[in-house]
C-alpha cells in the first residue's frame, strides 16, 4: 500500500501561523494586551510540539493530560496573566478559539467534497483557510460584536417594580458598574428612567416632581408629599460630580427575570432618573448585578 509521505516542515509551518492566529485572536476576544514576541514564541512552542506527533517513540507526549498541560504552557507563554482567574479565561478563549477555528475547517473540507479539487493530495492545507479566516474575523471583529450585540442581549432583562398595588413594567440592563446602596439599609438601588416609573405616582408626586426642574429643590419637595415615609436619597460619584445626590422612592416588591424564573425582593430603593439610559431605547432601568447572582 503506497503512504502519503509526511513533511514535518510543512507540518511545522502550518501550525506555526495557525497557533500565532489562535493566540491573537485569543488575546483580542479575552481583553488582554497583544504582545507579538510572547504570541510569535509560543507558537514556536505549539507547532514543535504538534510536528512531534510524527515520530512514534514520542507518543507518550501527545496523551490527553500531556496535550492540556503544553496547552497551558502555551497560554502562560503567550500571555504571562498575572493572577489565577486572568490564566483561566485566557485558556477558556485559547479553547473557545480553537473549537471555532477547528469547526471552520471541517465546514471548508465539507464544502469541497465531490468537488474536483477534492482529489488533490495537499488540498487539506487549503482548507486551513477556513480557519485562518475565522481566526482573523473574531480577532479584528469578535470583541465588538460581542460588546455591542451579544452581550447587550444577554443583560437585558424584564423588570416589575410594585407601588402598593399598582405595577410597573420595563427593560432592565445588568449593570456591574452600578455600586448604589440605599444608605439607611445598605441594599443596592436600581436606577429607573422617571417616565417609565411616574405612572405609578399618586398625582401629588408627580406634581412635585414635575414641577421641580432642579434636583436639589426636588426632595424638599416630595417630602411634601403622600409618600414622604418611602423616600431616600442616595450619594453618588460621578466624572464631574464628586458629591452627587440621586433622590430614590422604596418600592414595595421588585421582581426581575432571571432566565425562566423570577426573582423577587422587596422594599427595593428606585433611584429616579429623569433623563433616558438608552439613546436606543432598549432598556429603562439600571439593575445591579447583585440583583442576578443568586
Known amino acids: 500500500m503506497e503512504q502519503t509521505p509526511v513533511y514535518i516542515d510543512v507540518i511545522f509551518l502550518v501550525n506555526l501561523v495557525m497557533d500565532f492566529l489562535l493566540l491573537w485572536a485569543a488575546g483580542k476576544l479575552a481583553g488582554i494586551e497583544i504582545r507579538y514576541g510572547r504570541i510569535l514564541t509560543a507558537s514556536i512552542l505549539g507547532a514543535v510540539y504538534s510536528a512531534g506527533c510524527v515520530f512514534s517513540n514520542l507518543s507518550v507526549w501527545y496523551d490527553f493530560p ?32 480553537s473549537f471555532a477555528m477547528a469547526g471552520a475547517v471541517v465546514g471548508l473540507s465539507y464544502l469541497f467534497q465531490g468537488y474536483p479539487l477534492a482529489s488533490v493530495s495537499d488540498f487539506s492545507y487549503l482548507w486551513l483557510g477556513g480557519g485562518i479566516i475565522c481566526a482573523v474575523a473574531l480577532g479584528a471583529y469578535g470583541d465588538r460584536l ?55 405616582f399618586p398625582s401629588d408626586v408627580r406634581e412635585a416632581v414635575d ?9 424638599e419637595a416630595l417630602a411634601q ?27 414595595d416588591e421588585l421582581k426581575i427575570q432571571a432566565g425562566n424564573r423570577w426573582l423577587s ?29 443568586q
Open 66 to 97: 500531556v496535550k492540556i498541560i503544553i496547552s497551558g504552557i502555551i497560554v502562560i507563554l503567550a500571555y504571562w496573566p498575572d493572577s489565577g482567574r486572568m490564566f483561566l479565561k485566557a485558556w477558556a478563549y485559547f479553547y473557545g478559539v
Open 225 to 251: 408629599t403622600s409618600w414622604a415615609h418611602r423616600l431616600r436619597v442616595i450619594p453618588f460619584t460621578s466624572i464631574g460630580k464628586k458629591h452627587g445626590l440621586l433622590v430614590g422612592v422604596r418600592s
Open 146 to 200: 460581542m460588546k455591542e450585540r451579544v452581550l447587550p442581549g444577554l443583560l437585558r432583562c424584564s423588570v416589575e417594580m410594585r407601588f402598593g398595588s399598582t405595577w410597573c413594567h420595563g427593560e432592565g440592563f445588568i449593570d456591574t458598574g452600578n455600586n448604589l446602596t440605599d444608605p439607611l439599609t445598605n441594599k443596592p438601588v436600581v436606577v429607573a428612567e422617571y417616565k417609565l416609573v411616574s405612572n405609578c
Open 211 to 219: 414641577y421641580c426642574e432642579q434636583e436639589d429643590n426636588l426632595f
Open 265 to 293: 425582593y422587596p422594599g427595593v430603593v428606585i433611584g429616579l432618573y429623569r433623563d433616558t439610559l438608552s439613546p436606543e431605547g432598549s432598556f429603562q432601568m439600571l439593575v445591579p448585578a447583585a440583583f442576578v447572582q
